[in-house]
């Protein structure tokens, strides 16, 4: 197979500034008088919001903004695919949270410290509600329900009609229950984002310039592009080094930098 590259030595070219200690990452870019972001995340597993107090944290040194949903008003987050849409997640929680660490406000300040020293500053009144944690139980009839509306814990499914005779003529059937541990990565630098106006440190007409730690950046770029109500083209976005492999290279094309 002509340009297969199995089998075939392949020279990492990113390997030199990995060694070196040059490797640039979000956290490190020099971007200056930058305000840094925090984020409120629930303690709960589910439960409802019944309130959310943020005056004390609006008030403390080097805080500049405090939002929660209700502020914002941003519309739901699409994943890389839409299973279904009454499973829509919010950018920050609205009435329930849904999982340990959902976030339920931002904070926005001067410096990084005084963001997460303001996160214990908002109040934040929850309901608990019932946890179900094993994927089976949580199709039983008396299951707590993610989504109430749904009415159901299965997001999508599809499965032969019941009597289905499928496998009637199969010679040989394979029947195995298999249980999958999550998966640990392992990167470099974690989830991290930066965002300058114009074409920020980098320069280059642009409206806005993104630097974030991803993989898929044409997935990112055109996901913010829509989400924000800009033009793709006048949107400038850079990965840098991201889990262990660097994504930073010349530019090819005007909106995404690899």
């Known amino acids: 197979m002509a340009g297969s590259v199995l089998g075939t030595e392949v020279r990492r070219v990113e390997d030199p500034e990995l ?3 040059e490797a640039t990452y979000v956290d490190n870019l020099p971007i200056p008088d930058a ?5 409120v995340r629930s303690p709960f597993a589910h439960a409802e919001i019944t309130g959310i ?6 008030q403390a040194d080097g805080v500049l903004a405090v939002y929660t949903a209700k502020d914002l008003d941003l519309a739901p987050v699409r994943p890389f695919m839409v299973v279904n849409a009454a499973c829509e997640r919010p950018p920050l929680a609205i009435d329930r949270v849904r999982f340990v ?3 339920v406000a931002v904070i926005v300040a001067e410096t990084r410290a005084a963001a997460v020293d303001a996160v214990e500053l908002v109040d934040v009144d929850y309901e608990p509600l019932p946890v179900v944690a094993d994927p089976e139980a ?17 997001a999508a499914g599809e499965r032969d009609e019941d009597g289905a005779e499928i496998l009637a003529d199969a010679d040989v059937v394979a029947r195995a ?7 640990a990565v392992v990167p470099l630098e974690g989830n991290a984002i930066a965002v300058e106006p114009g074409g920020g440190h980098l320069g280059g007409d642009y409206d806005l310039t993104i630097h974030v730690s991803t993989q898929m950046p044409h997935v990112v770029w055109k996901r913010a592009a829509k989400q924000l109500g800009l033009d793709a083209d006048r949107l400038h976005l850079v990965t840098p080094h991201v889990a262990a492999r660097s994504a930073a290279r010349s530019a090819s094309s005007p909106s995404t930098t690899w």
């Open 35 to 39: 305000a840094h972001i925090a984020f």
């Open 53 to 58: 107090d943020t005056a004390e944290a609006l």
């Open 19 to 21: 060694l070196r200690g």
């Open 101 to 103: 660490g959902d976030p």
């Open 177 to 183: 229950r298999i249980e999958n541990q999550r998966v």
């Open 138 to 154: 949580a199709l039983a009839d008396d299951a707590p329900l993610q989504f109430p509306d749904l009415g159901t814990n299965i």
